[in-house]
């Protein structure tokens, strides 16, 4: 490891930070190791990866000092946040900052920032288009994000902001996929209309991730959006068709139905579909697949991602 460039993965058992910290393993000659920092090195998953060959450490993103011994000696840095847990704008800012600044204090040479656009710059506070949530924010998982983004700039290391797509995963893991109707039809709803939902497999957005930072200056300073593919709701529908064997109809919703759903973080989802369909010309150029496949040549289009997965789909 001392011959090796490390780098330190903040959220190394989850989806982005467990696929970056298994394509440097993957790749033994490429020139770097691998920090994998968690806040529970017990866990099943963070003994796996020390199993694996990752050196394990525990920091927590609320914890400065924590950060900062986790980031030492590191060449680079991998930060994200954890929206989902907490559902606080004002938290994900304050982790966002504190791994900045860890990073910085470190010496680390090349951080990769995990964002998404803060929505206010297209929809400001006082447009009536979507409700305002939380006193200050249109899409609160996205717009704390995006806000950071200047917090890397002004206080971190150089700096790859780095925006990915929806997870393809959420089909499986937060109730996406398709539902059987009362006339036991499958129906796949998405608060879409005829739009393109850019979508990526999680588990590529590591690997893409780990390209960046083997590019070193190159995207350094940069913003790099990827995505899998760019696909309607109908032609989602049409590839589960042929990838489950059933016919999948596709759905869409208004996006105040959605709002109403009443479970934890439905407002701001129906407000995040409502962003990514009405500027969606801008949402899908800021994530053009091919910049995906140019940083990682093996990334999913859906039909192949279902073709792994269609079995992990839940269909209710």
């Known amino acids: 490891m001392a ?16 696929g970056l910290v298994r394509a440097i393993l993957a790749d033994p ?24 060959g990752a050196q394990v450490v525990a920091a927590d993103v609320g914890d400065p000092d924590s950060l900062n011994k986790a980031f030492q000696g590191a060449y680079g840095a991998f930060c994200v946040t954890f929206f ?14 504190n791994m900045a600044q860890a990073a910085k204090q470190a010496g680390v040479k090349h951080a990769i920032w995990s964002t998404l656009e803060d929505t206010r ?8 288009r979507m409700p305002t949530l939380m006193g200050q924010y249109k899409v609160p998982h996205f717009d704390a994000k995006g806000e950071a983004d200047a917090v890397f700039r002004e206080m971190g290391p150089p700096t790859t902001c780095l925006r990915t797509s929806f997870y393809w995963d959420n089909l499986i893991h937060f109730g996406m996929g398709p539902k059987r109707g009362a006339d036991g039809k499958l129906v796949f709803t998405l608060p879409m209309g005829d739009r393109k939902l850019p979508g990526i497999a999680a588990s590529d957005i590591g690997p893409c991730a780990y390209a960046i930072f083997k590019a070193g200056e190159r995207y350094m300073g940069k913003t790099v ?9 109908a032609e989602m529908a049409a590839a589960l068709s042929r990838a489950m064997s059933e016919e999948v109809a596709y759905q869409s919703m208004a996006f105040a139905a959605y ?9 701001d989802l129906g407000n995040m579909f409502q962003f990514k369909h009405d500027f969606n010309a801008d949402f899908c150029t800021a994530r053009d697949p091919q910049t995906a496949r140019a940083l990682y040549p093996a990334t999913h289009t859906f039909a192949s991602w279902l073709v792994e997965h269609k079995g992990q789909i839940a269909v209710e």
Do not use: C
Not at 41 to 46: D, I, P, Q, V
Not at 84 to 97: D, I, K, N
């Open 3 to 18: 011959n090796k460039k490390l780098i330190a993965v903040v959220g190394a058992t989850g989806a982005q930070g467990g």
């Open 29 to 52: 000659s490429g020139g770097y190791a691998v920090r994998a920092i968690t806040r529970d090195t017990n866990s099943a998953k963070a003994r796996e990866l020390a199993r694996m």
């Open 84 to 97: 989902w847990e907490h559902f606080s704008p004002e938290l994900e800012l304050t982790h966002a900052r």
């Open 121 to 128: 710059n297209w929809v400001p506070l006082d447009d009536d």
């Open 225 to 233: 959006g990827i995505a899998g593919e760019h696909l309607t709701g």
């Open 259 to 267: 709002r109403n759903l009443g479970f934890p973080g439905a407002e």
